[in-house]
């Protein structure tokens, strides 16, 4: 009665907490996620296409960003630069100005320069001022971050700081 079939296929999927899990035997959990970035109806997490993000622990960094007057503009996208027949049909002239739109969300979770709960080896970040350093520190590799800065990640669940999410269009 009542089971679940497992595939063995790899299906990408991100998660907003910490990469922190591995005592508790979960090395395999998704984790990191500190940005996204929807590109029409494809999803990046920290530069990685995947399918799903569960924002986790990072709903906290929601809720403070909408106390303090956060809201995501009304975003819509694109408009279609092509010119559209009058035989489209509306469903096909949509979906065709959607796939051009482009939003994104930084600060899902924070970066910090030293892990408190990692052992004493762990290094600490230093590169603040070179974004890619940043990107490369905190990329996914299927679905959780593996660098040796993953435990560095945390999300904050009170007001000390906590970086405010950062939610625009895309620049191109």
Known sequence: ??????????????????C????????????????????????EVNGQEVMLLHLAQSKHAWAVW????GKLEDWAPAEST???SVSTS???KRRSVWTLGCFKVDNLGQLNASCSVCSSRAPIFAEWADNTAIER???????????????????????TGLQ??????CNA
């Open 90 to 92: 509306a469903p096909e």
């Open 137 to 159: 520190a905190t990329k996914l590799t299927r679905h959780r971050v593996q660098s040796e800065f993953r435990g560095h990640i945390i999300y904050p669940r009170d007001g």
């Open 1 to 18: 009665e009542g089971g679940a079939v497992l595939s063995k296929l790899k299906m990408p999927f991100a998660e907003a907490k910490t």
């Open 82 to 84: 092509t010119a559209t």
């Open 66 to 69: 909408a106390q303090k007057g």
């Open 164 to 169: 405010l999410l950062q939610a625009s269009q």
């Open 20 to 43: 922190t899990d591995y005592a508790s035997g979960c090395s395999f959990c998704p984790c990191g996620a500190m940005r996204l970035q929807l590109r029409g109806s494809t999803l």
